[in-house]
């Protein structure tokens, strides 16, 4: 019988044979691994010195840090400034957010409906400032280079 298709409980031999990690494993772990030394690790970071007096010159000298709890988010809390802030934010999200994407959606299916005369004109007037940036950027990127780099 094949190794592959042997079940674990087929003999001493199947079950001495070490167990493989799937590849897929090891073409995330790159990811994985830059996600967490530059979002989490940050992220508690940044938790961790929430709790504390702040101060820029406490990075040099650990001695300087002072442990204050939830003190900042008390703080926090009774500051006029997040409330409206806070609201400003809810408000983009809630409001702003929904509002875009059903603003695309409706122009996407009407410049994909037949009813719509003019289809080409309308697709190119919609792509027209993709293109244009890009053959922006890439022209004064040449001339850039041209004049010996003098921009």
Partial sequence: MNTFTESPSAGPAASARPHRLNPAYWFIAPAL??????FFLPVAGALL???TDFDIYALGNLDNLRFVGLANYGRLLQDSLFWLALKNTLYFVLVGGPL????????????????????????TALFL?????LVAGRWSGAICISRAMAC
């Fill in 49 to 51: 010195l929430s709790f």
């Fill in 129 to 133: 400032p993709v293109v244009t940036t």
């Fill in 100 to 123: 875009s994407v059903g603003v695309s959606l409706l122009a996407a299916l009407l410049l994909n409906s037949r009813l719509v005369r003019w289809q080409g004109w309308f697709r």
């Fill in 33 to 38: 691994a830059l996600i967490a030394v530059f």
